[in-house]
């Protein structure tokens, strides 16, 4: 079992950046293929971008391609998602989550959860 804990949320106003973190404890964190979601308030929770659980392959919701990077460093049980040129609509709640399987783009695959952290984008 493997716990998650998000943090580098907040506010920040469009063509920003900001750095998320997501903490890994419990468990190898490099068993894990890692994603990030994200869910704003009644909406369904969406696939944002997802890793291998070397580092070496990525992919990217097409809403954030080239403005997000994914990465993780298996020393320090760390994801990351480094967001750039920030927009209203990625304000969001988001979600790390590790799979015990393959990396995916879909939420099903995931076995653990973090509690999110808000990001706001201010136009």
């Known amino acids: 079992q493997v716990q998650l804990v998000e943090s580098g949320g907040g506010l920040v106003q469009a063509g920003g950046s900001l750095r998320l973190s997501c903490a890994a404890s419990?468990?190898?964190?490099?068993?894990?293929?890692m994603g990030w979601f994200r869910q704003t308030p009644g909406k369904e929770r969406d696939f944002v971008a997802t890793?291998?659980?070397?580092?070496?392959?990525?992919d990217y919701a097409d809403s954030v391609k080239g403005r997000f990077t994914i990465y993780r460093d298996n020393t320090k049980n760390t994801l990351y998602l480094q967001m750039n040129s920030l927009k209203a609509e990625d304000t969001a709640v988001y979600y790390c989550?590790?799979?015990?399987?393959?990396?995916?783009?879909?939420?099903?695959?995931?076995?653990?959860w973090g509690q999110g952290t808000q990001v706001t984008v201010s136009s």
């Open positions: 890793i291998t659980w070397s580092g070496g392959s990525t």
């Open positions: 989550a590790a799979a015990s399987g393959y990396s995916s783009i879909y939420k099903g695959e995931y076995d653990y």
């Open positions: 419990g468990d190898i964190f490099s068993n894990y293929a």
